[in-house]
């Protein structure tokens, strides 16, 4: 079976602070990763994939097979970064199946 | 383009009622999935309808249906409700399984 962990429900850091959000991951097989975030009154969106290796708003993830992870880093939070975050995972031709952490919390204090 | 939307957005009912739940999905878009979001269980995948086929569906008892329509549009419906089915109910829709998918704003039910 598979399963997202995100051990953090709350991380709270200062402004200009570097940031890490923790996923790990279980499953058989070459999964495809995301981060997915909801701000305040927002919907949830999609902030980075892994096969696209982009940066998004300066978050950063890098699947690590070895070690199951995909942790989300920012080398200095911003204000505006104050949103729950969820790592989730879709399986081998799974279609649009996602299996997601619990998510954790990020607040940024100035 | 508009977003995905969700009707209604806000639903009280009583346990052993049934509720249908309905999903408008991006112009183009042929993938519908919807997820059950609670304090508890977090985020779960209920089910995924693609061209009106169900293409996936999660570990929900059989109270949980869903289908979609020519149009894409889906709906769900819960039978029998329970206490238990109380959460917010979002759906997500995306062309296909290779590109991303855009959440609506979700319905919250409410069973009392």
């Known amino acids: 079976a598979q399963r997202v962990t995100q051990p953090e429900k709350l991380l709270s850091v200062f402004k200009g602070a570097p940031v890490e959000l923790k996923c790990n991951y279980s499953y058989s097989g070459s999964p495809e990763l995301f981060w997915y975030v909801q701000y305040s009154r927002q919907r949830l969106q999609l902030l980075l994939r892994?096969?696209s290796r982009e940066s998004i708003k300066g978050f950063t993830a890098d699947l690590n097979k070895g070690e199951t992870s995909f942790h989300l880093k920012k080398p200095f939070a911003q204000e505006e970064d104050s949103a729950m975050y969820y790592c989730?995972?879709?399986?081998?031709?799974?279609?649009?199946?996602?299996?997601f952490g619990g998510g954790t919390r990020l607040m940024v204090k100035p | 383009k508009a977003g995905v939307t969700q009707t209604p957005r806000y639903l009280i009912k009583t346990r052993g009622q049934q509720v249908t739940l309905s999903c408008s999905p991006i112009s183009g878009h042929r993938s519908v999935s919807w997820y059950q979001q609670t304090p508890g269980q977090g985020l779960q995948f209920l089910f995924e309808y693609f061209s009106e086929t169900q293409r996936n569906k999660g570990n929900f008892p059989g109270r949980f249906s869903g289908r979609q329509f020519s149009n894409s549009r889906s709906e769900m419906n819960v039978s029998t409700l329970e206490l238990g089915d109380s959460a917010l109910y979002l759906c997500a829709s995306s062309l296909d399984s290779l590109y991303e998918q855009y959440f609506g704003p979700g319905t919250r039910l409410t069973v009392t």
């Open positions: 989730a995972l879709k399986g081998m031709n799974a279609g649009n199946m996602l299996t």
């Open positions: 892994h096969i």
